[in-house]
């Protein structure tokens, strides 16, 4: 198959999948759908019987057990008093300056980011408590919903990352250092964030709190301190090489059980099975995408449409950055209609080749995908975090994408800067490795 033949294959697949997707069809169940369907129309018969094997070997990876851990500690702290802690420690730190609840927002989203590692969760248990403390303070509804949807997609770039996890598992890239480059993009996106806020609040006029005492700073650390000291936990203990990140999935688990179960007493024993099964539902829809989209995989493979996008990029740009900068604007325009694992899964094995071949970090890689993903969660139409907002706030999905707009702007610089200066996400993982 020619380079123009597999370009029209790849926009035919594409184009069902996309067009699934619009009707309503959940974006497992559609990847499944197209790729059964095109092997049918090629005649490939005999590949249908790979579906069963393309699908558990996509999951059964060690490091992907570290998703559902992840998960359950986060629905954990949802539940065990963590979330309102981390906030009221949070606006004692900012709540004085204007716009003080946005900053708060933020500053909360990059502490519980610490010990999530999923946008949603960040988006659905913060989210919950934020945007009601912002009502009670004379906010507008919009903004506090904008601020809210986008402070969450700082969980899954600072450390622990369900997303990070997926992407070492399928590249073989360390996930420690995955886990330490996260920590600056994080940080900058929390200033970017902050910076789009501010220049908000002055043109609005919104308010601003008092200035909390020391003392008040103070209660609100002690009151936070337990959860503050989960990060450490999990990223030290990686570090120190104690366990591995799945086993420090684990480890976070029991943390959060036993702070809300035993120290905050705000986890009951009739807690533990919504908590289970919400963390099972999950589970269950990110390794289900997981696993649909390594049979989707295998049919961009069997129709080398990698080799195809290669010689089609490497024709296009000769240098690392250009390609890089190449690469970001397709992972944007497919985090607008592919859910984000979706399209780390499917476009891994399309790029890695493309990275080796010029010599590009696997591990700052990984840091450009995982931000330009962070944009396709709050851009319609499929973004999680965007629904997930939207549905709690009971603002509309257009309303809030447009008072989106700032915080996606400040996303993408981030973006950029790290695809053009790559040592700012590699320098930690060079000062500990």
Request: neutral net charge; charged residues 10%.
């Amino acid at each position: 198959m020619g380079a123009g033949d597999a370009g029209m294959m790849a926009f035919a697949i594409f184009a069902v999948l996309v067009g699934l997707m619009f009707l309503g069809v959940p974006v497992a169940v559609a990847m499944g759908i197209t790729a059964v369907g095109f092997f049918v129309y090629l005649g490939e018969f005999n590949v249908l019987t790979m579906i069963a094997q393309r699908m558990y070997a996509a999951t059964t990876g060690f490091t992907l057990l570290a998703i559902p851990f992840f998960i359950l500690a986060g629905n954990l702290m949802n539940t065990g008093g963590m979330t309102t802690r981390i906030f009221r420690f949070a606006n004692a730190l900012v709540g004085h300056v204007r716009g003080g609840l946005g900053h708060v927002n933020v500053l909360a989203s990059l502490i519980f980011s610490g010990m999530s590692g999923a946008a949603v969760a960040d988006a659905a248990g913060l989210g919950l408590v934020e945007i009601k403390a912002m009502d009670e303070a004379g906010y507008d509804r919009p903004f506090s919903a904008a601020i809210t949807a986008a402070s969450s997609t700082i969980g899954p770039v600072v450390p622990p990352s369900i997303p990070f996890v997926i992407y070492g598992s399928l590249t073989n890239t360390s996930v420690g250092k995955l886990f330490l480059a996260g920590f600056i993009p994080g940080f900058m996106m929390a200033l970017a964030m902050m910076i789009a806020v501010s220049i908000t609040a002055r043109i609005r006029n919104y308010p601003k709190g008092e200035r909390a005492s020391l003392r008040e700073v103070w209660e609100s650390f002690k009151g936070a301190s337990l959860a503050l000291v989960m990060p450490l936990i999990i990223i030290g203990g990686i570090l120190s090489g104690l366990f591995t990140p799945t086993e420090a999935a684990m480890v976070a688990c029991v943390y959060a059980l036993f702070i809300g179960l035993v120290v905050y007493r705000e986890i009951t024993l009739r807690d533990i099975p919504r908590i289970l099964w919400e963390t099972t539902v999950h589970s269950v829809r990110v390794l289900f995408i997981i696993a649909a989209a390594g049979f989707f995989g295998w049919l961009m493979i069997h129709q080398r449409i990698p080799d195809a996008v290669i010689k089609t990029l490497t024709s296009m740009v000769s240098s690392s950055s250009g390609i890089l900068l190449v690469i970001v604007f397709i992972l944007i325009v497919l985090g607008c209609f592919l859910e984000g694992i979706a399209v780390l899964v499917i476009t891994i094995p399309i790029f890695m080749p493309l990275i080796a071949m010029y010599n590009i970090d696997p591990v700052h890689f990984g840091v450009i995908m995982i931000l330009c993903s962070m944009i396709g969660l709050v851009t319609p139409p499929v973004g999680m975090s965007l629904y997930a907002v939207a549905s709690i706030s009971g603002v509309d999905i257009w309303t809030l994408s447009k008072e989106l707009l700032p915080y996606i702007l400040g996303i993408f610089i981030v973006t950029l800067i790290m695809a053009l200066w790559p040592g700012l996400a590699l320098f930690l993982p060079n000062l500990f490795y």
